[in-house]
């Protein structure tokens, strides 16, 4: 059973860059066809997709993110991370990794994680 | 940007009872849809993908129909773990975008 799970700072200060790193066990990052995703949802509002990297290491961001964003991944490690640079409070969001099933449906996700930025 | 839009914002429905929810977007995604459910405190858990299709261990009181613009998810009778906030997904283009959710809860 495919597992994700985030790992990062939960607290971060305006104009700062937010970091974060999900873990991949029970399967491997680098199997073909699927894509690896980050999206987040701000308290209390909906869902937000802010980019994904292919198993090609292609990337594909959201336009209104895009200047601030990269994501990466590290095969060796079976992880892709998230930077998201100059954050501010609107950037306070649980974040979740997820997988991008062959199909483009978002599959197996993480649990999320609260990223509160703050001074 | 494709807008996902979904109604109603809120539906009441008794235990037992079925539930209706829409999904529109602004422009064709074709059978490109998913559908999600999510409990608080919880990640989203995808129900539905390719519009219709239910996804691995998902009960068959949960179905999926449409295609172009119009979607909806029918919930046949309701159990009460089904109470959430349901969001639909096109993933026919980039960026891909969701709906702002629909809440399901006890009339």
């Known amino acids: 059973q495919l597992q994700l799970q985030e790992s990062g700072s939960g607290l971060v200060k305006p104009s700062q860059t937010l970091s974060l790193t999900c873990a991949v066990s029970g399967g491997s990052i680098s199997s073909g066809g699927y894509s690896w995703s980050w999206i987040r949802q701000p308290p209390g509002k909906g869902l937000e997709w802010i980019g994904y990297?292919?198993?090609?290491?292609?990337?594909y961001y959201n336009p209104s993110l895009k200047s601030r964003v990269t994501i990466s991944v590290d095969r060796s490690k079976n992880q892709f991370s998230l930077k998201l640079s100059s954050v501010t409070a609107a950037d306070t969001a649980v974040y979740y990794c997820?997988?991008?099933?062959?199909?483009?449906?978002?599959?197996?996700w993480g649990q999320g994680t609260l990223v509160t930025v703050s001074s | 940007e494709i807008v996902m839009t979904q109604s109603p914002a809120t539906l009441s429905v008794s235990p037992g009872e079925r539930a209706t929810l829409s999904c529109r977007a602004s422009?064709?995604?074709?059978?490109?849809l998913a559908w999600y459910q999510q409990k608080p405190g919880q990640a989203p858990r995808l129900l539905i993908y390719?519009?219709?299709t239910r996804a691995t261990g998902i009960p068959a009181r949960f179905s999926g129909s449409g295609s172009g613009t119009e979607f909806t998810l029918t919930i046949s009778s309701l159990q009460s773990e089904d109470f959430a906030v349901y969001y639909c997904?096109?993933?026919?283009?980039?960026?891909?975008?969701f709906g702002q959710g629909t809440k399901l809860e006890i009339k």
């Open positions: 422009q064709s995604v074709s059978s490109n």
């Open positions: 997904q096109q993933y026919n283009n980039w960026p891909q975008t």
């Open positions: 390719g519009a219709s």
């Open positions: 990297i292919y198993h090609s290491g292609s990337t």
């Open positions: 997820a997988r991008g099933s062959k199909y483009g449906d978002l599959d197996y």
